[in-house]
């Protein structure tokens, strides 16, 4: 059964002739016969008893109904998707790190609003693999989060990277570290540390960097604020391994010290990795993430050239240094 089919079995039950449905349809008048010959010999029952006006039979009676359903379902269907397709969605749901709903989304947010009033943005901050997850299950549009490339990989996803930055310490002003230019890792590896709660990157990426190491990670506290990492330290001998984007705010907090880490990794018993080949940048890769098909739809198209626009571009992480104190 097709469509077209039905199409033509409406219209001939509409105008009780087989020549005006032809006119209605814009086709020929065979066409529109062979279409209700073709329904008809599929389901095995005459739908018109053909004489001077075409009159619905038994089957063809108890077919109407279900013919309008299905044809008005699908015009239903085409119109909306018609509408997405123009842009015409009701709204925009973005899901993104903290760090990046803070310091590089407002402006795009903006532009965004400004550009499609009509549809309604919806941003949630979430941590990266909760945010990717999320994605996946299709609840929302867009994430902006610390790439993970097991929740990535699938030739469905796009990936585009908008910048790598450096991790640093954040800690007291008076903390002991804050003597050092750049933080060595054997030395973190003795303070206790606040971290991000479960489901968030950065507590991975953390957790598997000391792994690498042989060393255990001195986790006290879970946090999933800035804010709140920002108190906690303040108070104290805890220390935190967060990113450039992260600290900006902090910068300007005489309380608190910020350090580069010198990411060599120690030569001793709590490493078997040479320290003369490890790389001496600690980075984490901050991406876009969305389907492709997702891409066709005009809202979710502009909103990530917008924040292909907006964010800043490849930090230079050989010029991050020594700030707040």
Known sequence: MRLEQLQAFLSVAQTGSFQQAAGKCGVTQSTISRQVQGLEAELGLSLFHRMAHAKLTLAGERLLPHARKICQTWQNATQELGDLLAGKQPELCIAAIHSVCAAYLPP????????????????????????????????????????????????????????NEPIEVLMAASHPLAKYDRVPMAELICYPQVVFKDGYGMQRMVQDEFGRMGAK??????????????????QGELIALLPHSALLEARDDRTLAIRPIDHQRPNSKVSAISSATADPI????????????????????????????????????????????
């Not at 990670?217 to 303040?234: C, I, K, S, Y």
């Not at 997702?294 to 909103?303: E, N």
């Not at 990530?304 to 626009?309: A, F, K, N, T």
């Not at 991050?320 to 104190?325: A, C, E, L, R």
């Open 108 to 163: 795009v947010l903006q532009k965004f609003c400004r550009n499609y009033p009509e549809v309604q943005l919806r941003v949630t901050a979430l941590g990266s693999d909760r945010a990717l997850k999320v994605l996946k299950d299709g609840l929302v549009d867009v994430a902006v989060v610390m790439n993970n490339r097991y929740f990535t990989q699938g030739p469905e996803m796009l990936v585009e990277v908008l910048y």
């Open 217 to 234: 990670l001195q986790a006290v506290l879970e946090l999933n604020t800035l804010d709140a990492f920002r108190g906690v330290v303040r």
């Open 282 to 325: 600690w980075t984490r890769e901050v991406v876009l993430v969305t389907t492709h098909d997702r891409m066709q739809i005009p809202p979710i198209a502009h909103f990530c050239q917008l924040v292909r626009e907006f964010v800043p571009p490849q930090f230079d992480v050989l010029k991050v240094g020594t700030t707040g104190s």
